[in-house]
Every structure is written in structure tokens, then in C-alpha cells.
Antibody, heavy 118, light 108 residues
Framework: QVHLQESGPGLVKSSGTLSLTCAVS?????????CSWVRQSPGKGLEWIGE???????NYKPSLKSRVSISVDKSKNQFSLQVRSVTAADAAVYYC???????????WGQGTLVTVSS | EIVLTQSPATLSLSPGERATLSCRAS??????LAWYQQKPGQAPRLLIS???NRATGIPARFSGTGSGTDFTLTISSLEPEDFAVYFC??????????FGQGTKLEIK
């Protein structure tokens, strides 16, 4: 059974860096899997942030590309998200998601709420 | 960026009735469309991929049709557990993948 679990600080200071990790169990990231981060806020709905393949190849939403990094740690079977220079607009529930095809989100984590403080 | 427009925003129906949800893309996306169900406090769950292929474990009352710019999710006979928010999502033209704004299916 595939299980994804997000972890990281729930409160980030404005202008700081948001860092989250997604621990994966039940499937190997080293297999044919694309790993994504998606966020959801009341004002913007569901927003795809970016993805990484196990090889390290990445794609990002163009409007976020300058502030976002996604990395993978195959030895720990997990992948991570960093968002730099956060503002109130970055407050959201952040989900990690995976699929065998780019853009197919077969599996999702439960989500983690990130609040941005001033 | 491809914009997905879902209609209606809210759909009020009774258990046993048929639900028809629409998703329109701002340009052709072939059949690169998925549908998700989301209940309060939960992550989205994949229902349909490739416009018409049910995901593993999804009941047969859920069906998807369409290609190009117009897509439909149909729930043939609503069960109490089907009342939720439904999102469409495209993976044709990326980055970025994009989602519709959602249709809330509520009990009448």
C-alpha cells in the first residue's frame, strides 16, 4: 500500500524559507515515479508547484520557478520542497503527490498546513 | 497556461439522482484530463484519468467522457458518500499542470 506523509514546520516567517519533506512508503521513488508538490489555498484552489523524477529531472510552475526547489533523496525514499522568500500568498495546505506518468497524481499525502507570520 | 473552467460551481441533488459535472479547457488538451474527488479535511482522490479511465477501486457509477476542450464527469446514481468537491486537472500542456476551480456537489 502506497503511503505519502508530509512533514515540516507549520509556521514560517515572512521572507523566510518554507521547507517540507514527503516520506514515501509502499513504492520506491527509484522506480518509474514522478513526485510533485501541490498546494491549496481558499483564494487559489489547487495549484501545482513542481515535480521531480527519480533521476533528478525537475519541472516547476513558471511563476514560482525563481523561488522553488524540489529535491529527491532516493536512499531515504523521500523528496523535499523549498520555497524561498515566502509571503502571505504562500500560506496553504501543501500536498505531496505521485504518479507513474507526469501529471497523473495517483497517490497523495494527507497534506500539511503552512501559515506565514509577519 | 491552460485554464480549466468547471460548471456549475455548486450542484444540489438528492441521493439516487444522476449528477453531470462539466469541465471546459481554454484550448484542446486531447484526453489528458483527470477528475478528483475531495472531501473536507482530506486530500484529493483520483477518480478518472485519460478523460475516461477509472482509477483502481473507483465504483462503476463514476464515468468520464470528452476530448479536446469539453469534458464531463457523470455519477449515475448518487450515494451519500459522493457528496464532495470535484476537480478536473489537465496534463496536456505543461508546465504547469492546472486544475479547475471545483464543483461542490451538495445534498438537496
Amino acid at each position: 500500500q502506497v503511503h505519502l506523509q508530509e512533514s515540516g514546520p507549520g509556521l514560517v516567517k515572512s521572507s523566510g524559507t518554507l521547507s517540507l519533506t514527503c516520506a514515501v512508503s509502499g513504492v520506491s521513488i527509484s522506480g518509474l515515479n514522478w513526485c510533485s508538490w501541490v498546494r491549496q489555498s481558499p483564494g487559489k484552489g489547487l495549484e501545482w508547484i513542481g515535480e521531480i523524477f527519480h533521476s533528478g529531472s525537475t519541472n516547476y510552475k513558471p511563476s514560482l520557478k525563481s523561488r522553488v526547489s524540489i529535491s529527491v533523496d532516493k536512499s531515504k525514499n523521500q523528496f523535499s520542497l523549498q520555497v524561498r522568500s515566502v509571503t502571505a500568498a504562500d500560506a496553504a495546505v501543501y500536498y505531496c503527490a505521485m504518479g507513474s506518468i507526469p501529471g497523473d497524481f495517483d497517490y497523495w499525502g494527507q497534506g500539511t498546513l503552512v501559515t506565514v507570520s509577519s | 497556461e491552460i485554464v480549466l473552467t468547471q460548471s456549475p460551481a455548486t450542484l444540489s441533488l438528492s441521493p439516487g439522482e444522476r449528477a453531470t459535472l462539466s469541465c471546459r479547457a481554454s484550448q484542446s488538451i486531447s484526453t489528458y484530463l483527470a477528475w478528483y474527488q475531495q472531501k473536507p479535511g482530506q486530500a484529493p482522490r483520483l477518480l478518472i484519468s485519460g478523460a475516461s479511465n477509472r482509477a483502481t477501486g473507483i465504483p462503476a457509477r463514476f464515468s468520464g467522457t470528452g476530448s479536446g476542450t469539453d469534458f464531463t464527469l457523470t455519477i449515475s446514481s448518487l450515494e451519500p458518500e459522493d457528496f464532495a468537491v470535484y476537480f478536473c486537472q489537465q496534463r496536456s500542456n505543461w508546465p504547469p499542470y492546472t486544475f479547475g476551480q471545483g464543483t461542490k456537489l451538495e445534498i438537496k
